[in-house]
């Protein structure tokens, strides 16, 4: 690895410096250690001099056409990325697995990127002559943050240098009211939106709009920088002077009521095909992205809505990437666009652990026009977690290690630290991502993990529901759910009845597969309508039918039958009843006449098939059943039978 220096020129000085306060003109670290550097000793080196990483002899020219030799990889054409920060680092990490040559563009020899990249050039991405010259080192260059010199990539698209996306795409980004704007004219649902530019008109907004009003600039804003809300009509002033006065560019958005913030990552090649990551969820803290659920726990028609939102915004831009599309979902079941970022995003972290392919290794394909890779998820559930800074300097650095020492003991979770010397409060210092086979086991992990944090979990959503058509029922379904609860299973336990709130019915089971359900205990009388009506709505899942017979039987169990009038009813009942003769197509049996406790445990087995965790649980709990046996086994051999009975 080598780090050149790249001097900008005099006019854009001011241009580069004003760019430190950017994610990747921040401080940077010395390399990924656990603890910061101290500040280096030795002066920087001179302009245009070489500080070799890995090698003290230059780096020959690479790239395709370039004259260098070349690169044996997945692809033989240099990748040049303007900025070197966390994403721009594991944007590397990805192409070191794929044999691809990274070159990175930075202003600082310690920037994330600089440990893991082929080649650091120091420099600002915001400095045209920066950035021309070291377009001449790439084969195609793409960008890890979208504040760069957008006018210098247009110029050089003409020259015929490769940029992905394209710089068109870089503009309209970098502009949060042209974004609006932009997708506003292709049919993308937006909260509404207009710029404001004197207090007169910023005011008419809010009349317009109401309150809370949202009062944003137009660019060089992230992380909820740049941002600010105004609760009322004499809050105006004090919020437009917070975001640097109306010369500094502003908008006003009217307040969205979301009930969650949604994202979608689209990877589109360079035939503009494109492939969807799963929804994820993002859950803010102080307008930071704090944490990831993947998949989001929305219904599968809020889903297709949000992906077709996201992928028909992409398809309006120009040039391939991965791009991240930020959404909200409203109250009323609305998906509204709130911004798009042209490049991998901190809601696709997770992606790295959690799916076939990563939107670090997507986005490397997607440029270069190698086949998009599956963005489907390999792992069922995966939570990630920002580590964001807790405290200033060497206090902060402290918390953040304790927090690593944790994730380190919790099973499915991987550490991420982006080496930043620099601690300071809500900066992204790393991220850590947990991945299990349920959200309720990943949430369990995260909330062991959180055991100091302020991060409080969801409640878990039921993976088992038991239902039954009456409360006569209870006293035996009861058993279904002592025994779940008894291996930490999340269930539900209600009354449904199929003949008397036959739209309840529908809707409870239409509505399991969003709430999270995987299997469903249901208790059913003779005619085994609740159970068989279950089975034909909830196709995807598997239906216990514990059954019940009114007065004879109660769901899940039968009550001890000493006569013989009753024993003659249950033969009756089930050579004649419809739960022997559902029609082909509704495969329902009965599982548990009389033990709803063994239809708990048949669910219990189910959910284990892709639990491991649950599986463990199981063994244990066969092998405590088969220990007891063994002791009475023992116990009645040695004392005998009249002994054993006393």
Same mark, same amino acid.
């Given at each position: 690895?080598? %780090?050149?220096?790249?001097?900008?020129? $005099? @006019? /854009?000085?001011?241009?580069? *410096?004003?760019? !430190?306060?950017?994610?990747? &003109?921040?401080?940077?670290?010395?390399? %990924?250690?656990?603890?910061?550097?101290? $500040? @280096? /000793?030795?002066?920087?080196? *001179?302009?245009? !001099?070489?500080?070799?990483? &890995?090698?003290?002899?230059?780096?020959?020219?690479?790239?395709?056409?370039?004259?260098?030799?070349?690169?044996?990889?997945? *692809?033989?054409?240099?990748?040049?990325?303007?900025?070197?920060?966390?994403?721009?680092?594991?944007?590397?990490?990805?192409?070191?697995?794929?044999?691809?040559?990274?070159?990175?563009?930075?202003?600082?020899?310690?920037?994330?990127?600089?440990?893991?990249?082929?080649?650091?050039?120091?420099?600002?991405?915001?400095?045209?002559?920066?950035?021309?010259?070291?377009?001449?080192?790439?084969?195609?260059?793409?960008?890890?943050?979208?504040?760069?010199?957008?006018?210098?990539?247009?110029?050089?698209?003409?020259?015929?240098?490769?940029?992905?996306?394209?710089?068109?795409?870089?503009?309209?980004?970098?502009?949060?009211?042209?974004?609006?704007?932009?997708?506003?004219?292709?049919?993308?649902?937006?909260?509404?939106?207009?710029?404001?530019?004197?207090?007169?008109?910023?005011?008419?907004?809010?009349?317009?709009?109401?309150?809370?009003?949202?009062?944003?600039?137009?660019?060089?804003?992230?992380?909820?920088?740049?941002?600010?809300?105004?609760?009322?009509?004499?809050?105006?002033?004090?919020?437009?002077?917070?975001?640097?006065?109306?010369?500094?560019?502003?908008?006003?958005?009217?307040?969205?009521?979301?009930?969650?913030?949604?994202?979608?990552?689209?990877?589109?090649?360079?035939?503009?095909?494109?492939?969807?990551?799963?929804?994820?969820?993002?859950?803010?803290?102080?307008?930071?992205?704090?944490?990831?659920?993947?998949?989001?726990?929305?219904?599968?028609?809020?889903?297709?809505?949000?992906?077709?939102?996201?992928?028909?915004?992409?398809?309006?831009?120009?040039?391939?990437?991965?791009?991240?599309?930020?959404?909200?979902?409203?109250?009323?079941?609305?998906?509204?666009?709130?911004?798009?970022?042209?490049?991998?995003?901190?809601?696709?972290?997770?992606?790295?652990?959690?799916?076939?392919?990563?939107?670090?290794?997507?986005?490397?394909?997607?440029?270069?026009?190698?086949?998009?890779?599956?963005?489907?998820?390999?792992?069922?559930?995966?939570?990630?977690?920002?580590?964001?800074?807790?405290?200033?300097?060497?206090?902060?650095?402290?918390?953040?290690?304790?927090?690593?020492?944790?994730?380190?003991?919790?099973?499915?979770?991987?550490?991420?630290?982006?080496?930043?010397?620099?601690?300071?409060?809500?900066?992204?210092?790393?991220?850590?991502?947990?991945?299990?086979?349920?959200?309720?086991?990943?949430?369990?992990?995260?909330?062991?993990?959180?055991?100091?944090?302020?991060?409080?979990?969801?409640?878990?959503?039921?993976?088992?529901?038991?239902?039954?058509?009456?409360?006569?029922?209870?006293?035996?379904?009861?058993?279904?759910?002592?025994?779940?609860?008894?291996?930490?299973?999340?269930?539900?336990?209600?009354?449904?009845?199929?003949?008397?709130?036959?739209?309840?019915?529908?809707?409870?089971?239409?509505?399991?597969?969003?709430?999270?359900?995987?299997?469903?205990?249901?208790?059913?009388?003779?005619?085994?309508?609740?159970?068989?009506?279950?089975?034909?709505?909830?196709?995807?899942?598997?239906?216990?039918?514990?059954?019940?017979?009114?007065?004879?039987?109660?769901?899940?169990?039968?009550?001890?039958?000493?006569?013989?009038?009753?024993?003659?009813?249950?033969?009756?009942?089930?050579?004649?009843?419809?739960?022997?003769?559902?029609?082909?197509?509704?495969?329902?049996?009965?599982?548990?006449?009389?033990?709803?406790?063994?239809?708990?445990?048949?669910?219990?087995?189910?959910?284990?098939?892709?639990?491991?965790?649950?599986?463990?649980?199981?063994?244990?709990?066969?092998?405590?059943?088969?220990?007891?046996?063994?002791?009475?086994?023992?116990?009645?051999?040695?004392?005998?039978?009249?002994?054993?009975?006393?």
């Amino acid at each position: 690895m080598h %780090a050149r220096l790249l001097a900008p020129s $005099p @006019a /854009s000085t001011a241009a580069a *410096s004003s760019s !430190s306060s950017l994610p990747s &003109a921040g401080a940077r670290p010395h390399g %990924a250690s656990w603890k910061p550097r101290g $500040p @280096a /000793s030795a002066p920087p080196p *001179s302009p245009l !001099s070489l500080r070799a990483r &890995a090698s003290m002899q230059p780096a020959a020219p690479m790239s395709e056409g370039k004259g260098g030799p070349p690169v044996h990889g997945v *692809s033989n054409t240099v990748v040049g990325v303007l900025g070197g920060g966390q994403l721009g680092k594991m944007l590397c990490q990805a192409a070191t697995q794929m044999g691809i040559k990274m070159v990175i563009l930075d202003p600082l020899e310690g920037c994330p990127a600089s440990s893991v990249c082929h080649e650091h050039v120091v420099g600002s991405f915001s400095d045209g002559d920066t950035v021309r010259e070291f377009a001449k080192r790439c084969g195609v260059l793409t960008v890890e943050i979208e504040h760069v010199d957008a006018a210098t990539l247009e110029k050089l698209e003409k020259q015929g240098v490769d940029c992905e996306p394209k710089a068109s795409t870089i503009t309209i980004i970098q502009d949060k009211y042209s974004q609006k704007t932009h997708f506003s004219k292709f049919g993308i649902p937006l909260p509404d939106f207009m710029e404001v530019d004197t207090l007169h008109s910023v005011q008419e907004a809010g009349e317009k709009f109401g309150y809370p009003l949202m009062v944003k600039s137009k660019r060089l804003a992230y992380d909820g920088r740049g941002n600010a809300v105004a609760q009322k009509k004499e809050e105006l002033p004090s919020v437009v002077a917070s975001l640097g006065g109306f010369e500094h560019g502003l908008y006003v958005e009217r307040w969205a009521p979301f009930v969650k913030e949604l994202s979608v990552i689209v990877a589109r090649s360079r035939d503009s095909s494109t492939v969807c990551y799963p929804v994820v969820e993002t859950i803010h803290k102080d307008n930071i992205c704090h944490v990831v659920e993947a998949p989001a726990e929305v219904s599968d028609k809020i889903k297709k809505l949000a992906t077709s939102v996201a992928e028909k915004a992409i398809k309006s831009l120009e040039g391939a990437g991965v791009f991240a599309v930020e959404l909200f979902l409203t109250e009323d079941d609305q998906i509204l666009l709130n911004e798009v970022a042209p490049r991998p995003h901190n809601s696709g972290h997770h992606t790295i652990e959690s799916c076939y392919t990563s939107q670090y290794e997507q986005h490397l394909r997607a440029i270069l026009g190698l086949p998009l890779g599956d963005p489907s998820m390999k792992a069922p559930a995966a939570i990630m977690y920002n580590i964001l800074g807790e405290d200033e300097g060497e206090a902060g650095f402290f918390l953040a290690h304790q927090l690593i020492e944790r994730a380190l003991n919790i099973p499915g979770a991987s550490v991420h630290w982006y080496g930043k010397p620099e601690m300071r409060k809500q900066r992204k210092m790393g991220h850590i991502t947990v991945v299990g086979p349920s959200k309720t086991s990943v949430r369990s992990r995260l909330e062991k993990l959180m055991q100091s944090d302020t991060y409080v979990p969801k409640k878990a959503s039921p993976r088992v529901s038991i239902i039954m058509g009456s409360d006569s029922d209870l006293d035996v379904m009861k058993d279904a759910e002592r025994v779940l609860k008894k291996f930490s299973i999340p269930v539900e336990t209600t009354i449904v009845s199929a003949h008397r709130t036959p739209e309840r019915m529908y809707d409870f089971a239409k509505s399991a597969k969003d709430r999270g359900v995987e299997v469903i205990i249901a208790g059913a009388g003779g005619a085994a309508h609740l159970p068989g009506k279950y089975h034909l709505i909830t196709i995807n899942y598997l239906v216990i039918l514990s059954i019940s017979f009114v007065i004879i039987f109660v769901h899940g169990c039968p009550l001890f039958l000493t006569t013989y009038f009753l024993w003659m009813k249950l033969i009756v009942v089930l050579i004649f009843s419809p739960l022997s003769q559902m029609p082909k197509g509704i495969p329902v049996a009965t599982v548990a006449i009389g033990n709803a406790e063994n239809a708990g445990l048949l669910a219990v087995k189910i959910l284990a098939s892709r639990d491991p965790e649950l599986s463990d649980k199981v063994v244990k709990y066969q092998d405590d059943l088969r220990d007891m046996v063994l002791e009475k086994a023992e116990r009645l051999e040695n004392i005998g039978w009249e002994e054993y009975l006393k």
